[in-house]
């Protein structure tokens, strides 16, 4: 049961988890080494964005057995569901014991664009579902992170655009479930202004809501009012 205790000073490393995965660049800051423990409380990094993290790992022997950080993004790109493109900054807190198990924290979302085109087919209307593109994701040691994470939508700072709908919304949000199974919770409201493209007629958007409200998918329902002219 080894014992390690110092000072680890780390400037610009780079790690790369798995092949094709994105590269953590820019390592930066310090590792306090007690005995069982390790602290940071400047560790900074970039990952698709900026990151910051403060916190501690507890150890036994070589293997960790504890896990608290606190971590700040800042400016972060992801792609959370086909489709759906955002950049976010906020706050999270990582806790897990030999493994990651829960992430949880607020957010805030500067950027984001659905863009996935719906296919409007009658075999797809009478399914009651969008067709899907069988593309099914790699699993990753993290699919069973619990989430408890809420996401702010400014005015203006999530837009739809696809074949169907060009219009921008805000509103709040909560991701629960796992992160191999993200489950969205909550409401964005449809800013006036936007235009809907059915059947060959072009609707202008006077009011609108987008709600997520199932505990157990991903199945939201959506409230328009709308104009025409035929």
Do not use: C
Request: hydrophobic share 40%; aromatic share 4%.
């Amino acid at each position: 049961r080894p014992v390690f205790e110092g000072r680890v000073v780390l400037d610009g490393l780079e790690l790369v988890t798995s092949p094709g995965a994105t590269p953590i660049e820019g390592i930066t800051g310090t590792l306090l080494l007690t005995p069982g423990r390790i602290t940071t409380d400047d560790l900074s990094l970039r990952w698709n964005g900026n990151v910051g993290v403060a916190g501690a790992l507890t150890l036994d022997g070589l293997g960790m057995s504890g896990l608290r950080l606190n971590v700040h993004l800042e400016d972060v790109r992801s792609e959370p569901f086909q489709g759906l493109r955002t950049i976010v900054s906020g706050d999270l807190v990582l806790l897990g014991d030999d493994e990651l198990r829960s992430a949880r924290g607020e957010l805030t979302m500067t950027r984001g664009v659905y863009a996935e085109d719906l296919d409007l087919s009658i075999q797809a209307l009478l399914g009651g579902r969008r067709a899907q593109s069988g593309t099914v994701s790699e699993p990753t040691r993290f699919d069973d992170v619990a989430l408890e994470v809420r996401i702010a939508i400014p005015a203006g700072a999530f837009e739809v655009r696809n074949n169907v709908a060009r219009m921008r919304g805000a509103g709040d949000l909560t991701v629960r479930g796992t992160f191999g199974r993200p489950l969205l919770l909550g409401s964005v409201e449809v800013a006036e202004g936007g235009r809907l493209e059915l059947r060959g007629l072009r609707y202008d958007v006077t009011k609108g809501k987008v709600v997520f409200a199932n505990p157990a998918r991903n199945d939201p329902y959506f409230e328009l009012e709308a104009r025409t002219q035929v």
